[in-house]
């Protein structure tokens, strides 16, 4: 029953910045994995950034590590995605998603039970 919504999705410049964010809701889970995906026109959705439930442990896509930071708010219920230096690669559909219960994996989408219905990005040059 855990619903996910992400917002802050936008159009902006290259090298600009924007700020994610992912409201869950409903009954909540001890020891998960949250993490951001992508998806592009015509490609798979690849993994982008997980956190752990304590919040300091983090994962990056190599495509990403340096520019977006993943952070969490468990009083408030919220993820975000810091994103920086965007580059014009980095337009997709950006999907928060929640696990169930802990895992040893956060890269791959059968890691998690719960997702959001997206937000776009759009990067112009």
């Known amino acids: 029953q855990v619903q996910l919504v992400e917002s802050g999705g936008g159009l902006v410049q290259a090298g600009g910045s924007l700020r994610l964010s992912c409201a869950a809701s409903?009954?909540?889970?001890?020891?998960?994995?949250m993490g951001w995906f992508r998806q592009a026109p015509g490609k798979e959705r690849q993994f982008v950034a997980a956190?752990?439930?304590?919040?300091?442990?983090?994962y990056y896509a190599d495509s990403v590590k340096g520019r977006f930071t993943i952070s969490r708010d468990n009083a408030k219920n919220t993820l975000y995605l810091q994103m920086n230096s965007l580059k014009p690669e980095d337009a997709a559909v950006y999907y928060c998603?929640?696990?169930?219960?802990?895992?040893?994996?956060?890269?791959?989408?059968?890691?998690?039970?719960?997702w959001g219905q997206g937000t776009q990005v759009t990067v112009s040059s």
């Open positions: 998603a929640q696990s169930r219960a802990y895992r040893a994996t956060w890269s791959r989408t059968d890691d998690y039970d719960y």
């Open positions: 956190i752990r439930f304590n919040g300091f442990t983090t």
């Open positions: 409903g009954r909540t889970f001890s020891n998960i994995n």
